[in-house]
C-alpha cells in the first residue's frame, strides 16, 4: 500500500520546534502543487494546525521525509528526528483518530475535524488528489461526525479557545468586565471573541478594514483597525493573538511604547507559527503564554473512548475494503454489463410485441441495459462487505467466466 505520512506534533516538539515546518494556506498549495511536479503519479495533501504538520502521501517515489527537506533547504537536519511516519492501515486508523479529535492537545475538541476537511477542500482546488487520499480525507471526516453524535467524547467547550480562555480564568480570575483585545477575524479569532464576549468581559476584535465587507463581526464586540492594535494595547488586560500570519503581529518594542507603567498584561498566543514575539516576556508587568503553556490533556470516560474506537476501526475496515477492492472493479463492470445484455436478450420477445404495436423500444432497451448493470454493480460491490478479501478474486472471476459462457443470443 503506497499510502504514507510524515507528521510533526506537540507530542514531538515544542512549539519554537514546530513553528519552521508550519504551512500558511498559500505555502501549502505550493508545496502540493511541487509535490505533483516533481512526481506526476504521486498525491499529497497537506494538514498544517496550530498543533501539528502533517504531509500526506499516496504514490510519492521519493522518501517523504528527504522530500520535504528537499524543498525547505533552510531547515537543519537535526530536525528529522522530530517527525513520525505512518504508512498503510497505520496511518489511515490515526487519521480517524486524528479527525475525531483523540490526538489532539485538548481532547475530544471540535475544530480538527473542520481542519481535516478544509485541507482535503484545499488539495482538491490546487490539485485533485489521488482517488485514495480523497477517499481517506472524506471518510475520515464521516468517522469523526459518527464519533461526535454516537459518543460523549470531549466536552461543549473543548474548541481550542474555550479552552484556552477556561485555563486563563483559573489562573487570572474572572473576565467580567475585563478589556481583551483579539487579533485576527479567522474562525480562531470570532470563536475566541464570541467565548470571552460570553464569559463577561469587554472584546475589541482587530479588523483590516479593507475586508471589512467580507467579515463576520461576534455581537457584542467592537473592531479596531488593524494599524491601530498598539494604540488601543495600553488599555487592555488581556491581549489574544490567533492569525495564520507568518509575521509577528505584535513586536515587543512597538508594545513597549505602548503599555503602560505598573500595569499588568496578559499576552495569549493562539498560533503556529507564534504571532507574538517572545521578547514580550521582558517586558515589565507582562506574561506571555503560548499553545503549549495553555494545553491540556482532558480524560475520557473509558467507556465513550470504547465506542470510539470501535467505530473508527469498523471505518478504517470499511477503507481498506474499498482500497483493496478498487482492482475488482473493471471485473465487476464486465459481469454487470452481461448482466445487462442477458436482461434484454431476455426481454427480446417483449420488444418485439411492443413493436408490433408501433412502440418505440430504444429508450426502454437502454434504462432496462442501465438499471440491470447498476442493480448487479450494487449486489457484485456487496461482497466486499459480507466475504474475506482473499475470496474476492475466486468469486469474481467465476461470475465472468460464468458470463462468458451464456448464450444471449
Given at each position: 500500500?503506497?499510502?504514507?505520512?510524515?507528521?510533526?506534533?506537540?507530542?514531538?516538539?515544542?512549539?519554537?520546534?514546530?513553528?519552521?515546518?508550519?504551512?500558511?494556506?498559500?505555502?501549502?498549495?505550493?508545496?502540493?502543487?511541487?509535490?505533483?511536479?516533481?512526481?506526476?503519479?504521486?498525491?499529497?495533501?497537506?494538514?498544517?494546525?496550530?498543533?501539528?504538520?502533517?504531509?500526506?502521501?499516496?504514490?510519492?517515489?521519493?522518501?517523504?521525509?528527504?522530500?520535504?527537506?528537499?524543498?525547505?533547504?533552510?531547515?537543519?537536519?537535526?530536525?528529522?528526528?522530530?517527525?513520525?511516519?505512518?504508512?498503510?492501515?497505520?496511518?489511515?486508523?490515526?487519521?480517524?483518530?486524528?479527525?475525531?479529535?483523540?490526538?489532539?492537545?485538548?481532547?475530544?475538541?471540535?475544530?480538527?475535524?473542520?481542519?481535516?476537511?478544509?485541507?482535503?477542500?484545499?488539495?482538491?482546488?490546487?490539485?485533485?488528489?489521488d482517488p485514495v487520499l480523497d477517499?481517506?480525507?472524506?471518510?475520515?471526516?464521516?468517522?469523526?461526525?459518527?464519533?461526535?453524535?454516537?459518543?460523549?467524547?470531549?466536552?461543549?467547550?473543548?474548541?481550542?479557545?474555550?479552552?484556552?480562555?477556561?485555563?486563563?480564568?483559573?489562573?487570572?480570575g474572572s473576565f467580567k468586565g475585563?478589556?481583551?483585545?483579539?487579533?485576527?477575524?479567522?474562525?480562531?479569532?470570532?470563536?475566541?471573541?464570541?467565548?470571552?464576549?460570553?464569559?463577561?468581559?469587554?472584546?475589541s476584535m482587530t479588523l483590516r478594514?479593507?475586508?471589512?465587507?467580507?467579515?463576520?463581526?461576534?455581537?457584542?464586540?467592537?473592531?479596531?483597525?488593524?494599524?491601530?492594535?498598539?494604540?488601543?494595547?495600553?488599555?487592555?488586560?488581556?491581549?489574544?493573538?490567533?492569525?495564520?500570519?507568518?509575521?509577528?503581529?505584535?513586536?515587543?518594542?512597538?508594545?513597549?511604547?505602548?503599555?503602560?507603567?505598573?500595569?499588568?498584561?496578559?499576552?495569549?498566543?493562539?498560533?503556529?507559527?507564534?504571532?507574538?514575539?517572545?521578547?514580550?516576556?521582558?517586558?515589565?508587568?507582562?506574561?506571555?503564554?503560548?499553545?503549549?503553556?495553555?494545553?491540556?490533556?482532558?480524560?475520557?470516560?473509558?467507556?465513550?473512548?470504547?465506542?470510539?474506537?470501535?467505530?473508527?476501526?469498523?471505518?478504517?475496515?470499511?477503507?481498506?475494503?474499498?482500497?483493496?477492492?478498487?482492482?475488482?472493479?473493471?471485473?465487476?463492470?464486465?459481469?454487470?454489463?452481461?448482466?445487462?445484455?442477458?436482461?434484454?436478450?431476455?426481454?427480446?420477445?417483449?420488444?418485439?410485441?411492443?413493436?408490433?404495436?408501433?412502440?418505440?423500444?430504444?429508450?426502454?432497451?437502454?434504462?432496462?441495459?442501465?438499471?440491470?448493470?447498476?442493480?448487479?454493480?450494487?449486489?457484485?460491490?456487496?461482497?466486499?462487505?459480507?466475504?474475506?478479501?482473499?475470496?474476492?478474486?475466486?468469486?469474481?472471476?467465476?461470475?465472468?467466466?460464468?458470463?462468458?459462457?451464456?448464450?444471449?443470443?
Amino acid at each position: 500500500m503506497e499510502l504514507s505520512m510524515i507528521g510533526i506534533d506537540y507530542h514531538t516538539a515544542s512549539v519554537e520546534e514546530r513553528e519552521p515546518f508550519a504551512f500558511t494556506d498559500s505555502g501549502a498549495v505550493r508545496f502540493m502543487k511541487s509535490v505533483k511536479e516533481t512526481d506526476p503519479d504521486a498525491s499529497c495533501i497537506v494538514l498544517s494546525t496550530c498543533n501539528r504538520t502533517e504531509l500526506w502521501f499516496y504514490n510519492l517515489t521519493p522518501d517523504p521525509l528527504d522530500y520535504l527537506f528537499s524543498q525547505l533547504p533552510h531547515l537543519k537536519d537535526s530536525g528529522r528526528n522530530l517527525f513520525v511516519r505512518r504508512c498503510g492501515i497505520e496511518a489511515v486508523s490515526y487519521l480517524m483518530e486524528l479527525a475525531s479529535g483523540l490526538h489532539s492537545q485538548i481532547f475530544g475538541e471540535d475544530q480538527i475535524v473542520s481542519q481535516v476537511r478544509e485541507a482535503l477542500n484545499r488539495a482538491r482546488e490546487c490539485c485533485k488528489p489521488d482517488p485514495v487520499l480523497d477517499t481517506l480525507f472524506r471518510m475520515a471526516v464521516t468517522a469523526a461526525k459518527k464519533v461526535k453524535t454516537e459518543t460523549r467524547i470531549g466536552s461543549r467547550d473543548t474548541s481550542v479557545p474555550e479552552r484556552a480562555v477556561s485555563i486563563l480564568e483559573d489562573r487570572c480570575g474572572s473576565f467580567k468586565g475585563k478589556q481583551c483585545l483579539v487579533i485576527g477575524n479567522g474562525e480562531m479569532g470570532r470563536l475566541l471573541a464570541a467565548w470571552l464576549i460570553h464569559k463577561g468581559a469587554c472584546v475589541s476584535m482587530t479588523l483590516r478594514q479593507y475586508r471589512k465587507q467580507d467579515v463576520m463581526i461576534p455581537a457584542g464586540c467592537g473592531v479596531v483597525p488593524y494599524r491601530d492594535r498598539y494604540k488601543t494595547m495600553g488599555t487592555m488586560d488581556f491581549v489574544f493573538s490567533a492569525t495564520k500570519s507568518p509575521h509577528y503581529t505584535v513586536h515587543a518594542q512597538q508594545a513597549a511604547e505602548a503599555l503602560e507603567e505598573n500595569c499588568s498584561y496578559v499576552f495569549a498566543d493562539l498560533a503556529v507559527p507564534r504571532d507574538l514575539d517572545p521578547d514580550l516576556t521582558e517586558l515589565p508587568g507582562c506574561c506571555l503564554l503560548d499553545m503549549d503553556d495553555l494545553g491540556l490533556q482532558v480524560s475520557a470516560d473509558a467507556g465513550e473512548l470504547k465506542k470510539a474506537e470501535e467505530i473508527i476501526c469498523e471505518q478504517s475496515d470499511e477503507f481498506m475494503n474499498w482500497y483493496y477492492f478498487r482492482d475488482y472493479i473493471p471485473l465487476v463492470r464486465e459481469v454487470s454489463s452481461a448482466a445487462g445484455e442477458l436482461t434484454n436478450a431476455k426481454l427480446k420477445k417483449t420488444y418485439r410485441e411492443l413493436r408490433k404495436k408501433h412502440r418505440d423500444v430504444s429508450g426502454l432497451q437502454k434504462e432496462v441495459m442501465r438499471a440491470s448493470e447498476s442493480a448487479v454493480e450494487r449486489i457484485l460491490f456487496g461482497l466486499k462487505d459480507v466475504l474475506p478479501r482473499q475470496e474476492w478474486k475466486h468469486i469474481l472471476e467465476a461470475l465472468e467466466l460464468s458470463a462468458d459462457e451464456v448464450d444471449i443470443f
